[in-house]
Every structure is written in C-alpha cells, then in structure tokens.
C-alpha cells in the first residue's frame, strides 16, 4: 500500500526533481499546501496573501522508500535555516514546510528535524503541520525539467545521499 508525503523547500521545480530521483517515489506532483484561499494559482500565491507554500506531494512506496528516508533527502536538498527563501526566491512561498498526514509522519517529522539540527550552524526554521489541502498547481509547473528540456537549477541531490540512505539506483 502505498502512502502519501508533503514538502515544502523552496521551488517546488526542483524538490519535485529530486524527490523523483529516489526510488520507491511513485509519482511527485507539485502544488500549494498550508494556506487559507481556496484554488489558489501561481499568481495569487506568489502574492504572499494566500499563505500557501509552494510543496511536492508524493506518492511512495514504503517497502522501498521510507517516510525516515525521505525526511532525509529532505533536508540534505535544501536550508532549512533560510527563512521564507531559498536561494535567490523569496517570500513565504518559498519556505520550508513538511505537510505530515499521519500522527506517525509527525513525531518522525519532529524527531528527525531534531536529529538535522546538530548539522546546521543555524536554527532550522522549517515548519512542520498537520497537512490540510493540496492544490495541484497548473500543468506547466508539473516535470518542469522534462517538459522544458532545462537542467535542475535550484535543487541538488548530494552526492552520496541515496547511497548512504541504501537507496541507490541500480545501473
């Protein structure tokens, strides 16, 4: 059975590209989570009155790809100490977010947060909340990179972090 994971970190361009770099990620979608408007769309949101942040909502595998896992992509991707950006996008939009759907996504959620802080100089920032409802965003911000042939610009995988995780792809 598979389940259901939200993050927040930054443009959601790249955090859907890296997350679909790991294996037992079925599909990445990205979309809007944590505001108060109804359907908003990229131009509303990009406002910084609807209180959405731009997020990746994935579907995965856990007999492949655990939910611990992926907090840990999660936080080798982006800077979690950066608040409301990454990088040169900022706004609220843009902040670092993990949407959790399950009382067990949220204390592994909360402990992991506390197990990353020890690798930043700075006081992670990254909000962690109950998920509410996820907005696909329109289709052209759907495989941004397939779609326009661009290389990833605003989101890495390290090296080594699938490896490490014991995630790495077969050749």
Request: hydrophobic fraction near 40%.
């Amino acid at each position: 059975m598979h389940e259901i994971a939200t993050f927040g970190a930054g443009c959601f361009w790249g955090v859907e590209w890296v997350f679909l770099q790991v294996p037992g990620v079925i599909e990445a979608v990205s979309g809007y989570a944590g505001g108060s408007v109804e359907n908003p769309g990229y131009r509303l949101v990009c406002t910084g009155t609807t209180g959405h942040a731009e997020v990746v909502q994935l579907e995965f595998d856990p007999a492949v790809v655990t939910f611990d896992q992926l907090l840990e992509v999660f936080w080798a991707m982006h800077d979690p100490t950066q608040q409301d950006r990454q990088g040169p996008d900022v706004g609220s939009q843009y902040r670092s977010a993990i949407f959790t759907h399950t009382p067990e996504q949220l204390t592994a959620a909360e402990a992991s947060r506390e197990r990353a802080q020890a690798s930043f100089d700075r006081e992670i920032v990254t909000e962690i909340a109950e998920a509410g409802t996820f907005y696909p965003a329109e289709a052209y911000h759907q495989r941004y990179y397939e779609q326009t042939g661009h290389q990833p610009y605003c989101h890495v995988l390290p090296v080594g972090v699938l490896e490490r995780l014991g995630l790495a792809r077969s050749a």
